[in-house]
C-alpha cells in the first residue's frame, strides 16, 4: 500500500469518526435541517434569525420521549395536562411576527413544554412565561434550566393576569386563545408595542397581531388557526361555548369571501390552496381548489371541532370532490382523501377514519362515509389533504353531521 493510499484511508477514517461523533451528539440535527426547509421556509417565514432559532433549538427535548420520532414533523404534540407543543411552523411564524429585537422584554402566556420561549430566548434580551398547569410549569423550569435557556423567567399562575412585576414589556406572545384580549396584558403592553395572540370562538380562532397606539390595540389579523383554550379567568368569561353533541364545520360550502389576509374564512393550517370561481360546483359559485406540483409537498387545510363520544357515536361525513391528474403520494401508501382524528380530553390520538381516495381525473361527485367514533373522543381534527401527491383536487359542500 503506498502512502497516497494510506493517507486517504486516514482521511476516510478521521471522517467517518467526525460524522459519527456529530450524529453521536445530535442525532435530531438533519431531522431538523430538513423540518426548517420544508415547513419553515418553503412556507414563507424569511427572518433569518427566526429560521436559525429553529434550526438551532432541541425540539426533541420539549415533548415525551415516545413523541421524540415524531419531534421534527410539522404537527402539535400532546405533552399532558390536555395542552399541546404548536407546530414549529405556527412557533416560527408567531415568532417572526413579533418582530423580535435583541433589547426586548418578552412575556409569553402558556409556557407548555417551554419549546416557544427556548426559541425566543437568543433572539430578545429576557422572556418572562406564565404557565397555568403546575406540573407543566415545573417541568417545563426544569428543561429551560437544563438546557441553559438562563435569559428565560418562568413561573405557575394565570395568564390573564399577566406578570405586572416586570410589566411594561416590549412584546407580549400568548400561546393559547381566549375569546378576547385579556386587559391585563393590554395595560402591560408598552406603548408602540406589539401583541400576538390568538382570540375568538374556541374552534374558530383567528392568529392576531396586535400594536398599542395610545392606549388602545390596533388589530392586524393575521391568519386562521387553533390553539388550546386559555384557562382560568378566561375561560370562565367565555360567552360562546363549544357544543360537542352537534358538530358541524363551518364555511363547508366555501361560499365566503377570503379574509382580508387572503386566507379561506373557518379553515387553517392552509397550504398550496385557492378559492376559486366555477359555475358547476355543487354548493354554489365558489369551490376550494388544492393543487401541488412537487412531489412530497402537502396541499392541506383542516379545521377542529368539538366531538362527545358519549353523545355522538357515529358521525356522517359528506362532501363533493374533482379531481385533475391526481396521483399517490410519494411513498405510494398515502393517497389524497379527507381524514378525521379523532383525540380524548388530553389530547391523545385515539385513532382515524378517511374518506377517499380520489385519484386519477374524475368531473365532481359526490363522496361520504359514515364512521364509528370512539366514546372517549371529545374533540376532533377534519382535514382535506393531497398527502403530499402530486396533482389537481377540488372540494364542495364538504359536511361533517351527527348520525343518530
Given at each position: 500500500m503506498n502512502r497516497w493510499t494510506i493517507w486517504s484511508a486516514v482521511i476516510a477514517l478521521v471522517s467517518c469518526s467526525l460524522i459519527s461523533t456529530a450524529h453521536a451528539r445530535d442525532p435530531y440535527e438533519a431531522a431538523r435541517n430538513e423540518l426548517v426547509e420544508t415547513a419553515i421556509v418553503a412556507n414563507g417565514v424569511k427572518d433569518p434569525r427566526v429560521i436559525a432559532a429553529i434550526r438551532n433549538t432541541p425540539r426533541h427535548e420539549f415533548v415525551a420521549s415516545n413523541q421524540r420520532q415524531q419531534a421534527y414533523y410539522d404537527m402539535a404534540l400532546p405533552i399532558g395536562e390536555d395542552q399541546t407543543i404548536s407546530s414549529p411552523f405556527i412557533v416560527a411564524y408567531m415568532t417572526e411576527s413579533l418582530q423580535p429585537k435583541p433589547s426586548d422584554k418578552v412575556l409569553e402566556i402558556g409556557t407548555g413544554s417551554g419549546y416557544q420561549a427556548a426559541v425566543l430566548s437568543p433572539l430578545v434580551k429576557s422572556v418572562f412565561s406564565i404557565e397555568i398547569k403546575e406540573p407543566l410549569g415545573r417541568k417545563a423550569a426544569r428543561t429551560l434550566k437544563r438546557l441553559n435557556y438562563d435569559n428565560v423567567h418562568t413561573k405557575v399562575g394565570d395568564g390573564y393576569l399577566g406578570w405586572p412585576q416586570y410589566a411594561p414589556f416590549d412584546k407580549i406572545i400568548v400561546t393559547c386563545s381566549p375569546e378576547n384580549v385579556?386587559?391585563?396584558?393590554?395595560?402591560?403592553?408598552?406603548?408602540?408595542?406589539?401583541?400576538?395572540?390568538?382570540?375568538?370562538?374556541?374552534?374558530?380562532?383567528?392568529?392576531?397581531?396586535?400594536?398599542?397606539?395610545?392606549?388602545?390595540?390596533?388589530?392586524?389579523?393575521?391568519?386562521p388557526t387553533l390553539f388550546v383554550p386559555m384557562t382560568g379567568e378566561a375561560e370562565a368569561r367565555r360567552r360562546v361555548k363549544p357544543d360537542p353533541a352537534n358538530p358541524r364545520l363551518e364555511n363547508g360550502d366555501f361560499e365566503e369571501k377570503l379574509s382580508e389576509n387572503g386566507t379561506v374564512p373557518g379553515w387553517y393550517y392552509q397550504r398550496q390552496l385557492e378559492l376559486v370561481e366555477d359555475s358547476s360546483s355543487p354548493g354554489g359559485t365558489q369551490c376550494l381548489k388544492l393543487s401541488n406540483e412537487d412531489p412530497g409537498r402537502y396541499a392541506l387545510v383542516l379545521q377542529g371541532l368539538a366531538l362527545d363520544g358519549r353523545q355522538v357515536p357515529r358521525l356522517?361525513?359528506?362532501?363533493?370532490?374533482?379531481?385533475?391528474?391526481?396521483?399517490?403520494?410519494?411513498?405510494?401508501?398515502l393517497a389524497p382523501m379527507m381524514?378525521?382524528?379523532?383525540?380524548?380530553?388530553?389530547?391523545?390520538?385515539?385513532?382515524?377514519?378517511?374518506?377517499?381516495?380520489?385519484?386519477?381525473?374524475?368531473?365532481?361527485?359526490?363522496?361520504?362515509?359514515?364512521?364509528?367514533?370512539?366514546?372517549?373522543?371529545?374533540?376532533?381534527?377534519?382535514r382535506v389533504t393531497n398527502f403530499g401527491a402530486v396533482g389537481t383536487m377540488y372540494v364542495d359542500n364538504l359536511s361533517v353531521e351527527a348520525s343518530r
Open positions: 385579556p386587559k391585563p396584558l393590554v395595560d402591560q403592553l408598552k406603548e408602540g408595542g406589539l401583541m400576538v395572540i390568538p382570540v375568538g370562538e374556541r374552534y374558530q380562532q383567528t392568529l392576531v397581531l396586535f400594536t398599542k397606539k395610545d392606549g388602545k390595540l390596533e388589530a392586524e389579523p393575521l391568519r356522517k361525513i359528506n362532501g363533493w370532490v374533482k379531481t385533475e391528474g391526481m396521483g399517490l403520494g410519494p411513498d405510494r401508501t381524514v378525521i382524528t379523532f383525540y380524548d380530553e388530553q389530547r391523545r390520538d385515539l385513532g382515524k377514519a378517511a374518506v377517499g381516495p380520489f385519484i386519477g381525473s374524475l368531473d365532481w361527485h359526490e363522496v361520504g362515509k359514515i364512521v364509528n367514533v370512539p366514546p372517549a373522543t371529545r374533540e376532533a381534527l377534519f
